[in-house]
T-cell receptor, first 112, second 111 residues
Framework: DAGVIQSPRHEVTEMGQEVTLRCKPI?????LFWYRQTMMRGLELLIY????????DSGMPEDRFSAKMPNASFSTLKIQPSEPRDSAVYFC??????????FGPGTRLTVL | GENVEQHPSTLSVQEGDSAVIKCTYS??????FPWYKQELGKGPQLIID?????GEKKDQRIAVTLNKTAKHFSLHITETQPEDSAVYFC??????????FGTGTRLQVFP
């Protein structure tokens, strides 16, 4: 099993640019989660999907953030326009039954 | 909403000693309690979990205990090794709601 796959692993961009993070969940997992990790705020849930449908997006910071899951094997998290305060590590996780979650390696985003 | 407190924030032990990390939660309806280990530059990795109908669970050198009355659960690592050095997170889930994570404990095991 390849585990959760995220790309890119590192992203450096300038303020105002659009950023797209990608995730491939573990095959057969019906739940997909996007988290953000910072020193100040720890691990925060941004949004999660069940069977490709967004269930709870209350953690999305603002309208600059959007997430999609067009099919069971792919999801994107987009930030447009990006700001320096968006710098963080973004994790994708997947789960078969919403509780036991498996995390990907993360994308380290730096916005200059 | 659920509130999860984790202590200590840092923990240093000698190789071979035991380490204990404790988390308390506020919502008595919470029913799933996982522990994650995060090494530098990697994502959190599930190491052990426990559900509310069980008081203790062991997996080799790792154990988790749950006290539902007092609303706390603990991670116990015995015979610690340098490769146990990492940040450990507890988490709490109520029914099918979202996982709420603790603030993490940085464990250092000195040879």
């Amino acid at each position: 099993d390849a585990g959760v796959i995220q790309s890119p692993r590192h992203e450096v961009t300038e303020m105002g640019q659009e950023v797209t993070l990608r995730c491939k969940p573990i095959s057969g997992h019906d739940y997909l989660f996007w988290y953000r990790q910072t020193m100040m705020r720890g691990l925060e849930l941004l949004i999660y999907f069940n069977n490709n449908v967004p269930i709870d997006d209350s953690g999305m910071p603002e309208d600059r953030f959007s997430a999609k899951m067009p099919n069971a094997s792919f999801s994107t998290l987009k930030i447009q326009p990006s700001e320096p305060r968006d710098s963080a590590v973004y994790f994708c996780a997947s789960s078969r039954d919403s509780d036991t979650q498996y995390f990907g390696p993360g994308t380290r985003l730096t916005v200059l | 909403g659920e509130n999860v407190e984790q202590h200590p924030s840092t923990l240093s032990v000698q190789e071979g000693d035991s380490a204990v990390i404790k988390c308390t939660y506020s919502d008595s309806a919470s029913n799933y309690f996982p522990w994650y280990k995060q090494e530098l530059g990697k994502g959190p990795q599930l190491i052990i979990d426990i559900r509310s109908n069980v008081g203790e669970k062991k997996d080799q050198r790792i154990a988790v205990t749950l006290n539902k009355t007092a609303k706390h659960f603990s991670l116990h690592i015995t015979e610690t090794q340098p490769e146990d050095s990492a940040v450990y997170f507890c988490a709490v889930l109520r029914n099918t709601d979202k996982l709420i994570f603790g603030t993490g404990t940085r464990l250092q095991v000195f040879p």
